[in-house]
């Protein structure tokens, strides 16, 4: 997925331009499996949901009033580093 089509929709849904800036990167290194939900958002806007831990993407937006980037980034983040990210989710995001 090309850097300039994400910070193009990160932009569109409120993002700063400095902000998107240092979002992208974190999104281009998302685990594999997220890779879908990720193309879908930037090309159609759609919020696909997905598990990890016991977690949902759609759940953690939710619960945690996140943007749709922030929360695929903690469930990457639940992929990649279980242990801790379930520790500080559990305490809730501040």
């Known amino acids: 997925?090309?850097?300039?089509?994400?910070?193009k929709a990160l932009i569109?849904?409120?993002?700063?331009?400095k902000q998107?800036?240092?979002?992208v990167t974190e999104l281009l290194n998302i685990d594999k499996v997220l890779v879908p939900c990720l193309e879908k958002w930037v090309k159609d806007g759609k919020e696909s949901d997905f598990e990890a831990e016991g977690f949902s993407l759609l759940g953690l937006k939710a619960k945690y009033n996140?943007?749709?980037p922030a929360a695929l980034l903690s469930i990457d983040w639940l992929l990649k580093d279980p242990m801790l990210a379930k520790?500080?989710?559990?305490?809730?995001?501040?």
Request: charged share 30%; net charge positive; glycine share 8%.
């Open 20 to 23: 998107a800036e240092g979002v």
């Open 12 to 17: 569109a849904n409120r993002y700063s331009e």
């Open 66 to 68: 996140m943007a749709y």
């Open 87 to 94: 520790e500080v989710i559990n305490r809730g995001i501040k």
């Open 1 to 7: 997925m090309k850097k300039e089509l994400i910070i």
